[in-house]
């Protein structure tokens, strides 16, 4: 009986010891986040290892390449995936929870020799187990060592001789679906009776919640409508009507700005094939001043693309703001150039970031260094302890009385969306004068999105957006907002307004949803009511008509270009056509307000 027992206890303490091999760091790479993403747009990354995707909700989706159980080999394939055009992918590390799974493994395979994957289709449940370039196939896992052994034999009935059974960290499982294996159609596989269930997910999402019913233009709207997050309680107060301006990065490198920018900014191309009206009236105001001597059909084709070049060339005001616009900075553009600025710019792809965040004082210094924690190492004390103290010293002696939450209390941040919530709420904090980062709406896009939606009712001058480029980057619209500007009769700008407007933009950027017939019809009255207004104010004075041309040649130029953005999307023409009015009026309906 003890010689039993001894057996036993040795058998578990090698077991033991053989699973805890197996835990510790994981790496993997983040390619990006991704809207309406194919397996097809990634053919030139599989090479470089197994790519897998995590469905956000929606069309979002996040797009993962690779495992590995140490940080040089993830450096390496990482490289190789920033050189084949996806330069904002960085390395992501992994908490290994130790929960085992049984499994049946049926081959291992090396990618660089390519894998068959078609061979695998009769069978169920399939999972990838990666190590750098190699994947283990499995199916499972199972609740029982017997039933794994069940599953086994029908496996190797399928012609997997080899298959066996083991166990492993279930952290390490990730489902192969048709992404994965690169197919067109999604896997019809033999159902085993005795399979078991799919193992807990190594993340977890929370899915988009529906749009509500009713929109108003001047209203934003998010991924997902419900900014509370567990451990606050942010009271979103956002106001039914505000207007919008546009807001902007650093200007563009110098030279001519349609050459400069064109060679530097990926344009959507623009589809001549497609009957619009934002075509027809561009066609009407350049035929009105010489430039287009075509028939007026609404088809934006080579003869329309050389009208808008030649008028642009030869009307003094197009080159007036066409210089404006390649040497200012866009009016509303937020943010500084600090050196603690460019330290939290840099800190995804700067391995020693952390260590340079350590010497600041500044409590948003303490907030991303407590962001970088949470995203390497997962939740612990150290976290709460740097968002505690970041978040009083944000707010210390400030009044507080509209804040959706008690920066004095202490909070446990188990969830990353608080975290990115808390962070935001920073950046609204009077002394901070550092800007939210591009790449955190690149990597985190719904739950930057969401604290962008709780911040809009109290940011006040506090929330600052760093310009990201979303569209103004492009030639027409940077110039657009430029005349849009001279329109304007404010002696300053609300900066509440710009944030407002940014947040909303940067949605229709990065997570455009159709807007219903409500959303459409208001946005047409809209455009109509602000074309109208221009062509009235237009005729007081030759020198605002020349001012209403110009605005009108940039805004139907602005409209084209924006509408063939969200039907390469995928979105139907009748779609794209509201969703760039949307994204029109975020840039200019601020300061062109008084022409409504």
């Known amino acids: 009986m003890m010689m039993r027992f001894l057996l036993l206890l040795i058998l578990a303490l090698f077991s033991h010891q053989s699973l805890s091999a197996q835990a510790g760091a994981y790496y993997t ?11 097809s747009d990634f053919e030139a990354l599989r090479p470089s290892g197994v790519v897998y995707a995590n469905k956000l909700g929606g069309n979002l989706m996040e797009v993962y390449i690779g495992g590995f159980r140490d940080r040089g080999a993830a450096q390496q394939t990482l490289s190789e995936v920033q050189k ?31 894998v068959d994957w078609p061979e695998f289709m009769e069978v169920s449940n399939l999972y990838a187990i990666l190590n ?3 994947v283990k196939i499995v199916t499972g896992p199972y609740a029982s060592s017997s039933e794994a052994k069940q599953a086994m034999a029908n496996v190797r009935s399928l012609g997997f001789k080899d298959a066996f059974v083991k166990n492993i ?5 990730h489902p192969l679906t048709a992404f994965e294996m690169g197919m067109k159609k999604e896997l019809i596989p033999m159902e085993f009776d005795n399979s078991g269930t799919p193992p807990p997910a190594s993340t977890t999402n929370n899915p988009v919640s529906d749009q509500p019913d009713t929109y108003s233009v001047l209203q934003p709207r998010t991924p997902n409508s419900n900014p509370t997050l567990p451990g606050t309680t942010p009271v979103v ?12 990065g650093t200007s563009p490198v110098a030279g001519n700005i349609r050459e400069s920018m064109t060679s530097t900014v990926a344009l959507p191309s623009i589809d001549g094939k497609i009957k619009r009206t934002s075509a027809l009236e561009l066609q009407k105001i350049l035929k009105a001043k010489g430039a287009y001597n075509s028939s007026l059909d609404g088809y934006y084709g080579n003869g329309t693309k050389a009208a808008y070049d030649k008028y642009s060339n030869q009307d003094r005001f197009m080159q007036k703001y066409e210089l404006m616009a390649e040497k200012l900075p866009l009016p509303g553009s937020m943010g500084s150039n600090s050196d603690l600025q460019q330290l939290i710019n840099a800190l995804p792809a700067n391995p020693a970031g952390a260590a340079n965040l350590r010497n600041r004082s500044e409590p948003v210094a303490q907030a991303y260094l407590a962001y970088d924690q949470f995203t390497n190492y997962g939740p612990s004390n150290e976290v709460n302890q740097m968002m505690v103290a970041a978040n009083r010293a944000a707010f210390a002696g400030q009044t507080l009385s509209n804040l959706p939450f008690d920066p004095n209390a202490t909070y446990s941040y188990q969830d990353l969306g608080q975290l990115i919530l808390h962070l935001h709420y920073i950046h609204c904090a009077e002394r901070t004068k550092v800007a939210v980062p591009c790449w955190m709406l690149e990597r985190h896009p719904q739950e930057a999105a969401r604290a962008m939606q709780a911040c809009a009712a109290f940011v006040g001058k506090g929330l600052k957006l760093q310009g990201c480029g979303q569209f103004e980057t492009w030639p027409e619209v940077r110039m657009l907002v430029m005349v849009a500007n001279d329109l304007n009769a404010n002696p300053t700008l609300d900066d509440k307004r710009l944030a407002q407007a940014s947040s909303e933009r940067a949605r229709l950027y990065m997570a455009p949803t159709p807007l219903n017939n409500t959303e459409q019809k208001a946005v047409v009255k809209w455009k109509d009511n602000l074309i109208s207004g221009l062509n009235s104010w237009g005729t007081r004075d030759p020198l605002n008509q020349q001012m209403v041309t110009t605005f009108r040649v940039l805004f139907f130029q602005s409209q084209v270009r924006l509408e063939d953005y969200f039907m390469q999307k995928g979105y139907k023409k009748e779609e794209a056509t509201g969703l760039a009015l949307a994204a029109l009026h975020t840039l200019v309906a601020y300061h062109t307000q008084r022409f409504v």
């Open 237 to 248: 107060d956002i106001p039914s009507n505000y207007d919008y301006a546009g807001t902007s």
């Open 84 to 114: 084949k055009g996806y330069p904002n992918a960085f390395i992501q590390e992994r908490n290994i929870s130790g929960q085992v799974a049984t499994v049946v493994q049926l081959a291992t395979r090396d990618i660089t020799k390519g």
């Open 29 to 39: 790479i983040q390619v990006g986040t991704f809207i309406d993403a194919k397996s």
């Open 169 to 173: 960290n279930a952290d390490y499982l």
């Open 132 to 134: 750098s370039n190699i």
